[in-house]
């Protein structure tokens, strides 16, 4: 049985989050704050967190960092859920980390649709790959060590570009559409909103320097590596 933890200060919400989450088969822990949580944490690490933005102690885009920060943590699916619905907001929380966003209000089903979506998508990616390493030009990925250098440079990205240009590296020379760039690195659901491909690519081939010219746009489809 699957371990979700939830950390949510309305004390209304987080009940029925657990209620609904509980009633399909998760076991189900509720946190009011970042303190409850860390020290869970230290004791089970669970398969998937739901974390509120908006906490008396320290917020979720904090949270999701530390998360990533560490190693035994950094592949924890991580759902946010906040008030904020502004797409800026979006991009901020889906780049601190989080794999899929949750605008309040929302229904039990839609948290339920994507907590299971997200927990099939990390069981897939945890499928072992024949190579830990991938490379293209002087592009070089280290997944063993999640690292990127360019020219024996390092290259310091943030989770989602280390994502995005694992998924190229994976795919050269296939062009990928937003839509399943999207899929996959921020979840399901997220069609209409493909700016947030556009501008992570931008940021991405900046911090490529010359090398960011492999990543060509193919207009009115997507993006393709080569």
Wanted: glycine share 6%; charged share 30%; net charge negative.
């Amino acid at each position: 049985m699957p371990l979700i933890y939830i950390v949510e200060d309305d004390t209304d919400i987080l009940e029925v989050e657990s209620f609904a989450l509980k009633n399909s088969g998760y076991e189900v822990k509720g946190f009011s704050s970042a303190k409850g949580f860390y020290e869970a944490m230290r004791e089970r690490t669970p398969e998937l967190a739901v974390l509120d933005i908006m906490l008396p102690d320290e917020d979720g885009m904090q949270i999701v960092q530390n998360l990533r920060e560490q190693k035994e943590w950094k592949k924890l699916p991580v759902i946010m859920v906040t008030a904020k619905t502004t797409e800026i907001d979006k991009v901020k929380g889906l780049d601190a980390g989080a794999d899929d966003y949750l605008t309040k209000p929302f229904g039990v089903m839609e948290l339920i649709a994507r907590v299971r979506a997200l927990l099939r998508r990390t069981a897939a990616e945890q499928t072992p790959s024949q190579s830990d390493t991938l490379s293209l030009g002087s592009i070089l990925l280290d997944d063993r060590k999640h690292a990127v250098s360019v020219s024996g440079e390092s290259c310091e990205l943030t989770f989602k570009e280390y994502e995005l240009l694992k998924m190229f590296l994976e795919n050269t020379g296939i062009v990928l559409t937003r839509e399943s760039i999207m899929n996959r690195i921020w979840g399901v659901n997220y069609s209409g909103e493909t700016r947030t491909v556009d501008m992570h690519i931008k940021t991405l081939r900046q911090k490529l320097g010359s090398e960011g010219n492999h990543i060509r746009t193919v207009r009115n489809v997507g993006y393709v590596i080569e």
